[in-house]
Nanobody
Framework: RVQLVESGGGSVQAGGSLRLSCAASGNTDSSYCLGWFRQAPGKERDGVAGVHVGRGTVDYADSVKGRFTISLDSAKNTLYLEMNSLKPDDTAMYYC???????????????????WGQGTQVTVSS
């Protein structure tokens, strides 16, 4: 299993940027998907972006394509989410998650992620 700790959330005005970090430990070998999810108050948790650790392939939710970038520093075992052109609708608790790649058809298979961090809050004001 994988242990995940997010950081980097905060408050920002619309149009601003934030970078989230997720420190991963445990069994993070090349056969894993790592992903970012978010959950706004009163709404379901949605997948935002995912990366295959071994292949480096990335997937994004349509709502964030062109604005968010997921990346992985393998040396530091740290996952990042660079968020630009933020909108009030991006306000949510953001979570990092992991799943063995054998459990998922692609890393965009949001429903199969197994291990979760505690979350970090992002608030975007208009």
């Amino acid at each position: 299993r994988v242990q995940l700790v997010e950081s980097g959330g905060g408050s920002v005005q619309a149009g601003g940027s934030l970078r989230l970090s997720c420190a991963a430990s445990g069994n993070t070998d090349s056969s894993y998907c790592l992903g970012w999810f978010r959950q706004a108050p009163g709404k379901e948790r949605d997948g935002v972006a995912g990366v295959h650790v071994g292949r480096g392939t990335v997937d994004y939710a349509d709502s964030v394509k062109g604005r968010f970038t997921i990346s992985l520093d393998s040396a530091k075992n740290t996952l990042y989410l660079e968020m630009n052109s933020l909108k009030p609708d991006d306000t949510a608790m953001y979570y990092c998650a992991a799943v063995p790649a054998t459990y998922a058809a692609t890393c965009r298979d949001w429903s199969v992620y197994l291990d979760w961090g505690q979350g970090t809050q992002v608030t975007v004001s208009s």
